[in-house]
């Protein structure tokens, strides 16, 4: 690149070039364009994303990403401030948002909070689609708010605190959330990738910032960050609060399949989860997944083993397919008989990898998704 | 005019493990013959077919909504198809015949997203009215305690009051599980005066299932009505009027544009059911046009500088050419209309535009509302001194307690008719009335409506 001739309009030579060479880089972006568009188009249906959960999955992560940064920089900002760095408080304050930076770092594609985040998307996909059912005695009020009349304080509590969190969760989509309603593990990890990526851009403006500020700066993030760990409490969420509302319940078998189809029938899929996680053992996620699963041989067998009725089962299998067009009625109704005929000792022993350690588990499926030995 | 009220008693039938109707009421009996069946062979409607079918195998009550062909209509049905010992017992609610393009589809799933969007915070209830949801800051914002109303009955958080007509409209909501807007309450907790509006949620079978509701709250300044301040009236802004007149109306005529091009096939020919979508884009597109007309006119006419012309007019005249203007729609709808005749006159002071409008709209109700080869009469009439033009129709009326409704803003004549923003009578009402007359109706059910717009007679 010749920039050595002393023209007087090096700003239109500059201009150019930069002209020159994004063309000469064209090319090669029309084809990763085309690579990816390629991979799009024959990604299998089932597990492509719908627009419908793409835009929720969108919305939420910019929404946690929004709500962890926000009470970062704020913190910090005022730490800063105390401790007579102003012009890092002000910048701290108000420059642009990290979203976009831990994105195209790949952090957000973090296999684990994506799992929960989609399970968590899909699952309110799920409620939102549920045929709305009304009882037979419109004065009969619906499930949880007859359990918060539970004379059984434990039971009460517990409804009352699934209504709250559920209510919470719904608000996400009214204003900015708050908290981020994760797993504690995971929201470690987000606020510790959001505060450094602030710190990374003042890294990049170091010979502007005065002596001395980024070891201030690290030690206002990092405090910050501190202060937002500790106030998670991940049992506040949702997932915990349905699965304690379970363990109160502790359903017997004759209970449960009435709970379950009452579950369904009010739209609370993270309760039905709960509920079928706390009578097989395993946790919320996995429950979730089974709950959520397209094909749902899976929801069929933990239903046997729970030795749910087939007048149950038909009735969950009729409200999930109304919901989720990709379920296909037609083949649940034509196999019906052979569900209800499973001996629950039979869908037990089946099921059993799942009863296995969760840890031994993820290691299996890590295992497998690297190939075959 | 079909008898569309949902209240009406079921109708039952029994279908046999075979598939065959064993016996049923006499609708459905109709219906099913209609389509080619009769008792004895198989159910001859698809739909309800498949439901029966459906219901025997997962041997569990099966509720659906299905839309069934009638003739050249559609028929909206809400099916309870029990399975038991001797078949599948049948009942059969909702009856709405369906118009090629249904607004009120549409507006049953919206209404609660539309009242969420405009209210300050939302909440949501079971049948029983017990709380289910709550909008979790709103406690901490208005003072209460969210958390500790959550599965309460409703009126533990809000103290109901009665509007100014000594009305509870959330009771007439319940009753008719239908939309309600401004009932006035207080929040129990701190006395903050609130109006809640309320859409139904229904399951498939038309059940009651609770509401989706937004609260406003009212300041304590003006608890009445909204301020109207620079012009601005009931919170349509002239700018966003003039906004919204701009931003909708050109692509809507577009899209109105495209979609008749598309139906009549000028580009090649096209899957029929295809040709009968872009009819169907076409009619909400104009659906949509008609309603900007109306907001655009709503906003003129709330605004306190709003005033009409005085002018001669011949009120006989302007009837005539109003008839005129409907006269294709009427055709279509095998609609006669009887006019004035044309040596008839009139004489009347108002603004010709205007009035035109009022007549246009009430002899379009008119023409809606009738039966297919009935009769829209327009009679010109001098009393004293005021002018009246009489429009009658031979539709199913308009029951007493409903006539004050109708000249309200956003209701309509029949809420379960497709089409229309509810605007129409209220906006043909104040025209008449800013011109010194006035838009009434007498009409008892079974007997046609009777709109009579007056205006002042000129000697």
Known sequence: MSSNDGDMDDGTHRGVSKLLARAAAADVRADRRLAVAVDDFFLPDESRLDERLRSALGGTLSALVAAVESAVRRHAARLLATRGVPELSIELETGDPVFSRLASAGLLRDVELMRELVGRARQ??????????????????????????????????????????????????????????????????????????????????????????????????????????????????????????????????????????EAIA???????????????????????????????????????????????????GLALSEADPRRDLDSFAEGLDDIAATPATDARAALAPLLLHPDYRAAMVALGRGGRA | ????????????????????????????????????????????????????????????????????????????????????????????????????WHPEALQGERDGDFLRSAGDWSWETDSALRITFLSINAGA????????????????????????????????????????????????????????????????????????????????????????????????????????????????????????????????????????????????????????????????????????????????????????LLAVRASEAQVSIDKPAPQEVLPATGEFRRALQVLVNLIGNAVRYSPAEGMVWIRAEREDGIAAIIVADQGKGIAIEDQARIFEKFERVDPREPGGSGLGLYIARRLARAMGGDVTVDSAPGQGARFVFTLPYRE
């Open chain 2, 141 to 324: 914002k208005h003072g209460f305690d969210s958390g500790a109303m959550l599965g309460q009955p409703l009126t533990k958080l809000f103290a109901l009051g009665e509007d100014r007509e000594g009305a509870f409209p959330i009771l007439g909501g319940l009753a008719m599980h239908q939309r309600f807007d401004d009932q006035r309450a207080t929040i129990r907790a701190t006395g903050r005066p609130v109006r809640l509006s309320a859409a139904p949620r229904t399951d498939a079978s038309g059940a009651f299932a609770g509401f989706v509701g937004a609260v406003h709250m009212i300041d304590d300044e003006a608890p009445e009505v909204a301020p109207k301040l620079n012009g601005s009236g009931d919170g349509v802004s002239e700018a966003f009027a003039a906004r919204l007149d701009h931003a909708l109306r050109t692509p809507l005529g577009r899209i109105i544009a495209n979609a008749d091009s598309i139906n009549a096939q000028s580009e090649g020919p096209l899957r029929q059911d295809y040709a009968d979508y872009a009819a169907d884009i076409a009619s909400a597109g104009r659906h949509l046009m008609g309603l900007v007309d109306d907001l655009v006119d709503l906003q003129a006419i709330e605004r306190p500088d709003f005033v009409v012309a005085k002018e001669p007019v011949d009120l006989a005249d302007v009837a005539r050419r109003a008839a005129g």
């Open chain 2, 1 to 100: 005019m079909n008898v569309t009220d949902p209240m009406l008693p079921p109708v039952r039938g029994l279908i046999d493990r075979e598939g065959r109707l064993v016996e049923a009421d006499k609708r459905l009996h109709d219906l099913n013959a209609r389509a080619g069946g009769g008792v004895g062979q198989p159910i001859a409607i698809p739909q309800i077919a498949t439901l029966t079918r459906l219901a025997q195998r997962l041997g569990i009550l099966v509720s659906r909504g299905v839309v069934a062909a009638d003739g050249d209509d559609d028929v909206e049905l809400w099916v309870r198809a029990e399975p038991g010992a001797d078949g599948v017992k049948l009942m059969i609610t909702g009856w709405r015949t369906r118009a090629a």
């Open chain 1, 124 to 261: 309110d996909v799920l409620a939102e689609a549920l045929p709305v059912d009304a009882p037979e005695d419109p004065d009969r009020a619906s499930l949880l708010a007859r359990l918060i009349q539970h004379p059984d304080s434990v039971v009460a509590a517990a409804a009352m605190a699934l209504l709250a969190a559920e209510s919470r969760r719904r608000g996400e989509s009214e204003g900015l959330p708050t908290r981020t309603d994760l797993p504690a593990e995971l929201h470690h990890r987000l606020v510790w990738w959001v505060a450094a990526a602030l710190r990374e851009r003042f890294v990049a403006l170091a010979d502007e910032t005065p002596n001395g500020a980024l070891p201030a700066l690290d030690r206002a993030l990092v405090e910050a960050a501190t202060r937002s760990v500790s106030a998670h409490d991940e049992g506040d969420r949702l997932e915990a609060a349905a699965m304690r509302l379970a363990a109160a319940l502790d359903a017997r078998a004759d209970e449960l399949p009435p709970l379950l189809v």
């Open chain 1, 266 to 316: 009010d739209r609370r899929p993270a309760l039905f989860a709960a509920l079928i996680a706390h009578a097989l053992g395993v946790d919320h996620g996995d429950a979730r997944e089974i709950l959520l699963d397209p094909a749902a041989d899976r929801l069929w067998l933990v239903l046997r083993a729970l030795e749910v009725d087939r007048a149950s089962i038909a009735r969950i």
